[in-house]
C-alpha cells in the first residue's frame, strides 16, 4: 500500500493463531486492526496466521498460511506425517524470516501466547513464536508483543522457548499484572514492560437490554492445563457433568439458558449439554465473533463462563457474571473487574456451590452493573494510553528503515 502522495508506507505485519475459530484471537485482532486504521491510516497491513482465508475475508487484509505444513496440528501417527512436520519446521523457518524481513513492525495482538495453561507442545506455537522474534532481531523488524497473556511454564523446551522470544521482542505490555510477573520469574527483564487491561475492552459494546430471565452459560472443550494430561479424561468428565448439572437446575427452576462457545472445538460440549438436559428452554448460540458474543451476554440476566474471552465478553457488556475460572487470569480478570467473589474452579465444577454462587450474584446485579459501568469506563481509558505508548515504540517518525521496499 502506498500514502496518498504515492510514497511507500510503513509495512505492519500481525502475527498468531487468528482466523483458526478462536473467537478471542480474533477479537484482540480486530482490536489492533481497529487502533491501526484509526491511528495509522496508510500503514500497509498483511497477516502470517493460522486461518488466512478467514482472516482475509473478515478483515480485508492479505493473509499467508502460518505453517508450511498443512497438518500442523494433527497428531502425526505415520511415517509420512512426521517427515511432514520435521520438514515443515526447517521450511518455516525461512517462510517466517522472509515475511518478517518485508515489514517494518511486527504485532502480535493479544492471546495467551507466553504461557501453557492448555495443552500445548513447543514445537507448535512456541516454536513458531520463538522463529517470528528472533528473524525481528535480525533484521532489525520491530517486533510487538501487545496485551499478552504469560504464566510460568514447567515444560523445560516450551520454557526456553518463550523465554526467548519475550527477550528478542523488540516491545511487551500485559493484559495483567500476573502475566508480567510469571515473564520475570522465568528469567526475562520486565522493568520497562507495561500492564493494561484486554484488548478485547477496545471493542465497542453494544446496548443494554431489559430484563428477560435469561442465564447465558459459556461453555469449553476443557481438559486441564499442559501440566493436566495424565488425568485430562476426568477433569473434562468432572467439568461436563458439573456443568450440566447446573444447567439442568436452571432448567428445573425455568430459567431459559443460552450455550456459548468461543472455539470450533467447543461445539461438542454444548452439544452433549443440550442431549443430557434435552429441554427447549436451552438453545445454542451461533457467534461468529465477540461482537457477536457480547450481544449474546448483554441479552441475558447473569453470565455464568468458562472461556477468558467469554468472560471478558460478558463484563465489557455491563453483565452480572460467575467465572468456572481455570487459570489464574481469569480469577485476575474477575478481581479487576471487581467480581473476585464470582470465580468457581473450572476442575472441581461443584453444582450446588455454583447454584449458591450464582444466587448470590443475582441477588447483587444492580450494584455489580454499576460496578462494571466504572470498572469499563478505567479500562477504556488505559487502552488509549495503550495505543499511545504503542504509537511511540513502534512508529518513531524519522525510523522507518524498511520504507524504500514498496508493497507488493
Given at each position: 500500500?502506498?500514502?496518498?502522495?504515492?510514497?511507500?508506507?510503513?509495512?505492519?505485519?500481525?502475527?498468531?493463531?487468528?482466523?483458526?475459530?478462536?473467537?478471542?484471537?480474533?477479537?484482540?485482532?480486530?482490536a489492533?486492526?481497529?487502533?491501526?486504521?484509526?491511528?495509522?491510516?496508510?500503514?500497509?497491513?498483511?497477516?502470517?496466521?493460522?486461518?488466512p482465508?478467514?482472516?482475509?475475508?473478515?478483515y480485508?487484509?492479505?493473509?499467508?498460511?502460518?505453517h508450511?505444513?498443512?497438518?500442523?496440528?494433527?497428531?502425526?501417527?505415520?511415517?509420512?506425517?512426521?517427515?511432514g512436520?520435521?520438514?515443515?519446521?526447517?521450511?518455516?523457518?525461512?517462510?517466517?524470516?522472509?515475511?518478517?524481513?518485508?515489514?517494518?513492525?511486527?504485532?502480535?495482538?493479544?492471546?495467551?501466547?507466553?504461557?501453557?495453561?492448555?495443552?500445548?507442545?513447543?514445537?507448535?506455537?512456541?516454536?513458531?513464536?520463538?522463529?517470528?522474534?528472533?528473524?525481528?532481531?535480525?533484521?532489525?523488524?520491530?517486533?510487538?508483543?501487545?496485551?499478552?497473556?504469560?504464566?510460568?511454564?514447567?515444560?523445560?523446551?516450551?520454557?526456553?522457548?518463550i523465554?526467548w522470544?519475550?527477550?528478542?521482542?523488540?516491545?511487551?505490555?500485559?493484559?495483567?499484572?500476573?502475566?508480567?510477573?510469571?515473564?520475570?520469574?522465568?528469567?526475562?527483564?520486565?522493568?520497562r514492560?507495561?500492564?493494561?487491561?484486554?484488548?478485547?475492552?477496545?471493542?465497542?459494546?453494544?446496548?443494554?437490554?431489559?430484563?428477560?430471565?435469561?442465564?447465558?452459560?459459556?461453555?469449553?472443550d476443557?481438559?486441564?492445563g499442559?501440566?493436566?494430561r495424565?488425568?485430562?479424561?476426568?477433569?473434562?468428565?468432572?467439568?461436563?457433568?458439573?456443568?450440566?448439572?447446573?444447567?439442568?437446575?436452571l432448567?428445573?427452576?425455568?430459567?431459559?439458558v443460552r450455550?456459548?462457545?468461543?472455539?470450533a472445538?467447543?461445539?461438542?460440549v454444548?452439544?452433549?449439554?443440550?442431549?443430557?438436559?434435552?429441554s427447549?428452554?436451552?438453545?445454542?448460540?451461533?457467534?461468529?465473533?465477540?461482537?457477536?458474543?457480547?450481544?449474546?451476554t448483554?441479552?441475558?440476566d447473569?453470565?455464568?463462563?468458562?472461556?477468558?474471552?467469554?468472560?471478558?465478553?460478558?463484563?465489557?457488556?455491563?453483565?452480572?457474571?460467575?467465572?468456572?475460572?481455570?487459570?489464574?487470569?481469569?480469577?485476575?480478570?474477575?478481581?479487576?473487574?471487581?467480581?473476585?467473589?464470582?470465580?468457581?474452579?473450572?476442575r472441581?465444577?461443584d453444582?450446588?456451590?455454583?447454584?449458591?454462587?450464582?444466587?448470590?450474584?443475582?441477588?447483587?446485579s444492580?450494584?455489580?452493573?454499576?460496578?462494571?459501568?466504572?470498572?469499563?469506563?478505567?479500562a477504556?481509558r488505559?487502552?488509549e494510553?495503550?495505543f499511545?505508548?504503542?504509537?511511540?515504540?513502534?512508529?518513531?517518525?524519522?525510523?522507518?528503515?524498511?520504507?524504500?521496499?514498496?508493497?507488493?
Amino acid at each position: 500500500m502506498t500514502s496518498g502522495d504515492g510514497t511507500s508506507s510503513t509495512r505492519v505485519g500481525v502475527f498468531g493463531l487468528l482466523g483458526s475459530g478462536n473467537l478471542g484471537n480474533d477479537g484482540s485482532l480486530e482490536a489492533v486492526l481497529g487502533y491501526l486504521r484509526a491511528e495509522h491510516p496508510t500503514a500497509f497491513v498483511d497477516a502470517l496466521c493460522g486461518g488466512p482465508e478467514v482472516v482475509a475475508a473478515r478483515y480485508r487484509i492479505p493473509a499467508t498460511r502460518l505453517h508450511w505444513y498443512r497438518g500442523e496440528y494433527r497428531t502425526a501417527s505415520r511415517a509420512g506425517a512426521v517427515a511432514g512436520k520435521g520438514l515443515g519446521k526447517l521450511v518455516d523457518a525461512f517462510r517466517t524470516a522472509a515475511w518478517v524481513r518485508r515489514h517494518d513492525v511486527v504485532i502480535v495482538p493479544g492471546m495467551g501466547v507466553l504461557e501453557a495453561t492448555l495443552p500445548l507442545r513447543p514445537w507448535g506455537f512456541p516454536y513458531s513464536l520463538f522463529l517470528l522474534c528472533a528473524s525481528g532481531r535480525l533484521f532489525g523488524t520491530r517486533v510487538a508483543l501487545v496485551g499478552v497473556g504469560a504464566a510460568e511454564i514447567g515444560n523445560r523446551s516450551t520454557r526456553t522457548l518463550i523465554r526467548w522470544s519475550a527477550r528478542l521482542a523488540a516491545y511487551r505490555s500485559y493484559r495483567d499484572a500476573q502475566s508480567r510477573d510469571a515473564m520475570r520469574a522465568m528469567g526475562v527483564d520486565t522493568a520497562r514492560d507495561e500492564v493494561y487491561p484486554d484488548l478485547a475492552f477496545a471493542l465497542p459494546a453494544p446496548g443494554a437490554s431489559a430484563p428477560s430471565g435469561l442465564v447465558c452459560v459459556g461453555v469449553m472443550d476443557f481438559h486441564g492445563g499442559d501440566d493436566d494430561r495424565a488425568r485430562a479424561g476426568e477433569i473434562h468428565r468432572r467439568y461436563l457433568d458439573g456443568t450440566t448439572r447446573f444447567v439442568r437446575t436452571l432448567v428445573e427452576d425455568g430459567r431459559p439458558v443460552r450455550l456459548l462457545t468461543g472455539d470450533a472445538c467447543d461445539a461438542p460440549v454444548a452439544a452433549a449439554i443440550l442431549d443430557a438436559v434435552d429441554s427447549p428452554l436451552v438453545t445454542t448460540a451461533d457467534a461468529a465473533s465477540l461482537a457477536d458474543l457480547m450481544k449474546e451476554t448483554a441479552a441475558a440476566d447473569t453470565v455464568v463462563a468458562t472461556r477468558y474471552h467469554n468472560l471478558i465478553c460478558a463484563l465489557k457488556a455491563g453483565t452480572p457474571t460467575l467465572a468456572l475460572s481455570y487459570a489464574a487470569k481469569s480469577d485476575a480478570l474477575m478481581d479487576r473487574m471487581g467480581l473476585a467473589a464470582y470465580c468457581h474452579p473450572a476442575r472441581e465444577v461443584d453444582a450446588d456451590r455454583l447454584l449458591e454462587q450464582f444466587r448470590s450474584l443475582e441477588k447483587h446485579s444492580a450494584e455489580l452493573r454499576q460496578t462494571l459501568t466504572e470498572r469499563n469506563h478505567v479500562a477504556a481509558r488505559q487502552l488509549e494510553d495503550q495505543f499511545t505508548a504503542l504509537t511511540t515504540a513502534l512508529f518513531p517518525a524519522a525510523d522507518h528503515p524498511h520504507t524504500s521496499r514498496k508493497a507488493p
